[in-house]
């Protein structure tokens, strides 16, 4: 069985998910994606202004989670993880579209 393998981290000031934005149009802020130099050669052709999508392991997801109320409100009906954007879910992969807004080295700068 293949093995998923970090290629690079993510430095953000978001340290505690409580102050995670629950979309990045709701205020997430800037951060650094610091590709493995092992990987440099893979960032090549990636301009300021471009549009990419990031894959990221949610480190600080609760993997045992399958059902939610969405967006935590209570009033809302339990709901399948798999049918909501909950970062609690068996394989806490996070897939969000992000804007290039700096390069330096195998450093981006994204929003």
Do not use: C, K, Y
Not at 4 to 14: F, N, Q
Not at 32 to 50: D, K, N, R, S, T
């Amino acid at each position: 069985m293949e093995q998923l393998e970090p290629i690079g981290v993510v430095h953000s000031e978001l340290i505690e998910r409580s102050r995670a934005p629950r979309q990045g149009a709701e205020g997430a802020p800037a951060a650094w994606v610091e590709v493995a130099p092992a990987f440099a050669e893979a960032l090549h052709g990636i301009e300021v202004g471009q549009e990419l999508i990031l894959l990221t392991w949610l480190h600080q997801a609760r993997r045992e989670t399958l059902q939610v109320h969405p967006r935590g409100n209570r009033n809302a009906p339990l709901t399948g993880v798999f049918a909501t954007r909950s970062p609690d879910r068996p394989n806490p992969i996070g897939i969000h579209p992000v804007t290039v807004l700096e390069i330096s080295g195998t450093r981006l700068r994204v929003e």
